[in-house]
């Protein structure tokens, strides 16, 4: 009682305390927890009406634990309301001690409880489970419902079978009334049936299970030879061929076990069988057994398939030739649809068997040849064979062929015409090869051909022949052709024959006469043909018209002299303006200098006359007028040189130019006195030229290396050979190599008239010396340092080979 | 009339200003006092073979020299120098070519010819007075003339 009086003293301050009595905060605490209290006491009663309804949930017992956990968090709640007015904090303690325990334990029972609530079956699991149950219901009941009909099926037949047994007892009653009459009509019928058995075209032989005859009929009796009386009782073994016999046997013991009634035997493989004497025939058999009397016979029909297998093989045969020819075979019905294509049709038509056949012929007919197959085939369907030598087809791929055609009809064993056959031969070929022979044929009968026989006689005489003699081939047959073509003959007939008898052949150019009287050359080809049959050879004559071909020589030939004529003339002109230039270059030194020298001889006595009265001025005037008729006077001169050398003929020998040289040099000495000039010669060979061109070329270079040096303290003037090319050096003035190409030219200067004087053609004049020999000459130079003249001309003594005169000259200089 | 019969020097030349240089060069070295000047081919043959203008000419007085130039009008020099020298009447007289031509087809043709000498004149009037001048005094002066004629020589004017 203590205790629980304790337990609602109300020693403290209420919780309302706590919110200073503020009416928001105190109702909003008290609403809330209430309304928590509500909904945590309403919890648990939905859990347990749950329980209550679902006792095959499993683990219930934690439904319960859940109920009464959330129950006491409810009253934790109404305690939080209660307190809000009165301080029983001991109550509101104990309540929620309570509801921790129950908490507690719960989270405890919980642990063991998590993996086995996961192992159990979720929704979707249990639908799956649902729906296969389902299926097994419903067959389930499908198989019920076969039951049943099974069950009402058995009860139909079972009624049936029934009814059956009645009408068959029935019956047997009948029977048994008509028993006498049964009798006598089964022995009838067993007569009819052995008669039967005798007559039967076929062997038929029974025997029983230890393969003993008990039936042998005529029919076997013949086939194998045998008496029936000699085989009744006996093994059936004599009757096959030992190499069977086991595996016979065994065969029949099998068909006894497989309660068939009847089969026929060698489906396998063919079937032997074995006569009296041993020989062997093939056969057709069908066993059937019976029972009689509780043993089981065999009854055996044999046929004797010799002549079938002939037939058969006959068939192959023709079946292998028909395939193994190259022509095409092929039969249609009378419509045209293919029925058969051999191996040579597939070749020939390039269709195969299995594509064409059961399809229209007209697949290998050209579009305009369809009307006469039509017609053909309408003919051969009347009953005759038809042959045609030449038509065309098409093969698959479209190209044309040439055969030539058998057709014929295919008769039924009634004589009944039920289709055609066609023999097809292609002679694609042929008719090509025939056609490249016409074509040959008729080119050779462009060219005169003619065949004779060793004595002369014309044998053949073609169109090429009627054509260029003249002679038709009746005119000329039998003539002897040298007669008729009066041939001319380059050297005696007997020569040329016994070359053609020796050669076979002979060919050369002949004279021959036409018809209307005119000659002609011809280049003529004879051939010796000898056959093989032992005829006198033949001897083929070719000719080919060279007329045309000689006139053309001919007018070549007076072309030729009309060159001549006019090189002739041409020379004459040349010759004319050769001797109009000697007049002209005549002229010039003759009439060019005169001038020249009135000036210079009248400004002389000018001055001498005049020299009182004439100012200084004066005096330099005439000097200078003096001065440029000298300079030009030098021009004419030179100009003159250079035209000379031009048509100078030359005289060539084996020029030493040593001396040459030194004449030079010597001549140099009165110009180039006062100066230190050295100059360094050395040997050199011979010189195929002219001496006095020579002198004048190596004047020029002399001089004008002893000119371009005279600036030089000390000049140095070098003439040599290099690489057999000779040189001439100087350490002068040179000049600048970008105008080098100007050396040479007429009136071309590299310097100044002041600093060098000169008239520019000087090296001209070389140049055209060097030229008119064969030869070549360059320079090579720098400016203040010097130049070098090359001259590229040939030595006497530079190859002994080229000429026997320069070898001998070599041999004297020896000497 | 008389002075053709009394020629020193016949000169043979077309060209006047070459005449007037040929005469001055002649007449400065006082060679030669009688100088006869004909001016073609034809006149230098009609003076020498004393035919046309010069018959009355007589064959007894030949020049003492010729001084011929080789192209000239009518008659060219080689013309006249053949048939002088082919001539025995006129053989003997010195036939001198002055000419300005260079070429050695003239050179050998005058010698060929008969020509006593052949000189060819220089573009330089002194080289051409001293050849004149050498040519005079040689062959005026100094060459035995062949018909030597005294009596001629003295009948000068």
């Not at chain 1, 032997?272 to 016979?297: C, H, M, N, V, Y």
């Not at chain 1, 053609?500 to 011809?522: F, I, M, N």
């Not at chain 2, 087809?105 to 010819?113: A, I, M, Q």
């Amino acid at each position: 009682m203590e205790f629980l009086k304790s337990l609602f003293a109300s020693n403290f301050l209420p919780h309302g305390t706590c919110y200073l009595w503020d009416p928001q905060i105190v109702w909003l605490h008290v609403i809330s927890d209430g309304l928590i209290a509500v909904s945590y006491y309403c919890i648990p009663i939905a859990l347990i009406y749950l329980v209550r309804k679902r006792r095959d949930l499993p683990f219930n017992w934690v439904f319960w634990m859940f109920g009464l956990f959330i129950m006491g968090c409810g009253t934790t709640h109404l305690m939080e309301v209660w307190t809000v007015w009165h301080g029983t904090y001991l109550l509101s303690g104990l309540v929620k001690l309570f509801t921790a325990v129950i908490s507690v334990f719960t989270a405890v029972m919980l642990v063991p409880l998590i993996p086995k609530v996961v192992a159990l079956p979720g929704p979707n699991q249990l639908h799956e489970i649902n729906r296969q149950l389902d299926l097994q219901v419903a067959q389930r009941s499908d198989r019920e419902r076969e039951l049943m009909q099974l069950t009402e099926e058995l009860e139909r037949r079972v009624q049936r079978r029934t009814a059956e047994l009645e009408s068959i007892n029935q019956a047997l009653e009948k029977e048994i009334a008509l028993g006498i009459t049964t009798q006598q009509a089964l022995r009838a019928s067993q007569s009819r049936l052995s008669s039967v058995i005798e007559s039967a075209m076929d062997a038929i032989l029974t025997i029983d299970e230890s393969q003993r005859i008990v039936l042998f009929n005529r029919a076997a009796e013949k086939m194998f030879a045998y008496n029936a009386r000699e085989v009744l009782g006996q093994s059936l073994n004599r009757f096959i061929p030992e190499r069977f016999r086991a595996i016979h046997s065994e065969h029949i013991h099998r068909f006894a076990n497989t309660g068939v009634t009847t089969r026929n035997m060698g489906a396998m493989n063919p079937l032997w069988a074995r006569r009296a004497d041993g020989s062997e025939f093939p056969i057709e058999a069908s066993i059937s057994q019976t029972e009689d009397a509780g043993k089981r016979l065999f009854t055996v029909i044999l046929r004797d398939v010799t002549e079938r297998k002939q037939a058969e093989a006959r068939n192959h045969l023709m079946a292998t030739i028909v395939d193994s020819s190259h022509d095409a075979i092929v039969s249609k019905d009378l419509s045209g649809r293919i029925l058969s294509w051999n191996k040579g049709a597939e070749h020939i038509y390039g269709y195969a068997e299995a594509e064409i056949v059961g399809k229209s012929v007209d697949l290998i007919v050209p579009p305009d040849q369809l009307d006469d197959l039509s017609r053909v085939m309408q003919e051969v369907a009347e009953g005759k064979m038809v042959k045609c030598d030449e038509t065309a087809r098409v093969r698959k791929d479209g190209t044309l062929l040439t055969v030539s055609l058998i057709l014929s009809p295919m008769r039924d064993a009634e004589g009944r015409i039920i289709g055609i056959s066609t023999i097809a031969h292609d002679i694609t070929e042929r008719k090509r090869d025939e056609r490249a022979l016409r074509e040959l044929t008729q080119a050779l009968d462009l060219a005169p051909v003619l065949v004779r026989d060793t004595t002369g006689r014309i044998l053949l005489w073609n169109r090429g022949s009627e054509k260029f003699y003249g002679y038709t081939k009746t005119e000329a047959l039998g003539t002897l052709s040298h007669a008729l073509l009066r041939t001319q003959f380059p050297e005696p007939l007997s020569d040329i024959e016994e070359q053609l008898h020796r050669d076979d052949a002979w060919q050369g150019e002949l004279v021959h006469r036409r018809k209307d009287g005119t000659e002609v050359v011809v280049s003529s080809r004879w051939a010796l043909y000898r056959d093989n049959e032992g005829k006198p050879p033949r001897v083929v004559e070719t000719n080919t018209d060279l007329t045309a071909r000689k006139l053309a020589e001919s007018k070549l030939r007076e072309l030729n002299l009309t060159l001549e004529q006019r090189i002739s003339e041409r020379t004459a002109d040349l010759q004319t303006s050769n001797k109009e230039l000697e007049a002209f270059t005549y002229s010039v030194s003759h009439d060019l200098r005169a001038p020249l020298r009135h000036i210079v001889g009248f400004s002389k006595m000018l001055q001498e006359t005049c020299s009182n009265s004439l100012s200084s001025e004066g005096q330099h005037y005439l000097k200078r007028i003096e001065d440029g008729t000298h300079r030009m006077g030098m021009l004419v001169d030179d100009l003159l040189n250079l035209t000379r050398i031009g048509r100078q003929e030359l005289k060539l020998q084996a020029v030493n130019l040593d001396p040459i040289l030194k004449d030079i040099i010597a001549d140099l000495a009165m110009d180039t006195a006062g100066r230190e000039i050295e100059w360094k010669i050395s040997a050199l060979p011979p010189v195929k030229g002219d001496p006095a061109l020579l002198k004048m070329a190596f004047q020029n270079l002399l001089s004008n290396a002893a000119k371009y040096t005279r600036k030089c303290a000390k000049a140095v003037i070098d003439v040599g050979v290099a690489d057999n090319v000779l040189f001439v050096r100087d350490n002068g003035v040179g000049f600048d190599m970008k105008y080098a190409d100007k050396l040479f030219g007429v009136f071309q200067r590299l310097h100044r008239a002041e600093d060098f004087e000169g008239t520019g053609v000087g090296l001209a004049t070389v140049q055209r010396i060097v030229q008119k020999h064969g030869g070549r000459i360059w320079a090579e130079a720098e400016l203040g340092k010097g130049a070098t003249f090359y001259l590229n001309l040939s030595f006497v003594s530079q190859n002994p080979a080229s000429d026997a005169s320069d070898v001998k000259e070599k041999f004297y200089d020896c000497v | 009339m008389t002075v053709y019969n009394e020629v020193d020097i016949l000169l043979v030349e077309d060209n006047p200003d070459d005449l007037e240089l040929a005469l001055h060069a002649l007449r400065r070295e006082h060679l030669a006092n009688n100088i006869f000047v004909v001016r073609d081919g034809e006149e230098a043959v009609e003076f020498l073979f004393c035919t046309g203008r010069f018959q009355d000419r007589s064959f007894e007085n030949p020049p003492r020299l010729v001084l011929l130039d080789l192209k000239l009008p009518k008659l060219t020099g080689l013309e006249v120098l053949k048939l002088v020298k082919n001539d025995p009447r006129t053989k003997a007289v010195p036939v001198v070519v002055l000419t300005a031509s260079r070429e050695e087809r003239d050179l050998v043709s005058s010698y060929n010819l008969g020509a006593n000498s052949y000189i060819q004149k220089p573009v330089d009037f002194d080289q051409f007075r001293e050849i004149v001048k050498s040519t005079g005094l040689y062959w005026i002066v100094i060459n035995q003339h062949p018909i030597s004629n005294p009596a001629t020589m003295a009948a000068r004017p």
